[in-house]
């Protein structure tokens, strides 16, 4: 079945920085990677998504890459702040609407 | 507005129980999904449903088993519940591929 590794697992930044996750897929059948966060104590929303026919999506200082050739997706989040501190979890969908999910990445971002 | 609900928030059982965990959604969604969230180890499906009575293991089903008698409605339930099965348990329905979460609820085994 798919696998998604995501790195790094926790990822600290000062406010203003802009912080980068990443994730690798396996299976080549995946087409459709979304990206959801997860704020203390709520439930995940999905926050941006892309599909394997395009290489690159943003929304205002959120954006994702999608290499399909190296099978690998990036979120990038610019210009941080204190409201972006949350668990984010990348997501590779090889079978029809059912997400294989990545262990989540820890951000905090420091006022 | 896509509304899920989960039926509780918190739940303490004690080994041996028999535990049901229910969800219920509002916008009609045929599939939906039962998750496991525990630290470090993300979202890992447990059982999901694409119709009124289907249902499919997902990678960790060993130890549930679920129910959809109702398109609205996914049961979750632990036959006999052990204290490996504490966690939080997070309901999901989707349409299509976008997924929409429950609050989740956190189970206590003692």
């Known amino acids: 079945g798919e696998n998604v590794e995501q790195h790094p697992s926790t990822l600290s930044v000062q406010e203003g920085d802009s912080a980068v996750i990443k994730c690798t897929y396996s299976?080549?059948?995946?087409?459709?990677f979304p990206w959801y966060k997860q704020e203390l104590g709520k439930r995940p929303q999905l926050i941006i998504d892309?599909?394997?026919?395009?290489g690159e999506k943003k929304d205002q200082r959120i954006a994702v890459t999608l290499n399909k050739t190296a099978k690998h997706f990036s979120l990038h989040i610019t210009e941080t702040q204190p409201e972006d501190s949350a668990v984010y979890f990348c997501a590779a969908t090889p079978r029809g609407y059912i997400p294989t999910f990545g262990r989540g990445t820890s951000l905090i971002v420091h006022p | 507005d896509v509304k899920v609900t989960q039926s509780s928030r918190y739940l303490v059982k004690r080994t041996g129980e028999k535990v049901f965990l229910e969800c219920v959604q509002d916008?009609?969604?045929?599939?939906m999904f039962w998750y496991r969230q525990d630290p470090g180890l993300g979202l890992r499906l447990i059982y999901f449903s694409y119709d009124v009575k289907m249902k499919e293991k997902g990678d960790i089903p060993e130890g549930y088993s679920v129910s959809r008698e109702k398109k609205e409605r996914f049961s979750l339930i632990l036959e006999s519940a052990s204290t490996n099965q504490t966690s939080m348990y997070l309901c999901?329905?989707?349409?299509?591929?976008?997924?929409?979460f429950g609050p989740g609820t956190r189970l206590l085994v003692l």
């Open positions: 892309i599909r394997s026919n395009v």
């Open positions: 299976d080549s059948a995946s087409n459709y």
């Open positions: 916008m009609d969604h045929e599939n």
């Open positions: 999901a329905s989707s349409a299509q591929e976008t997924q929409y």
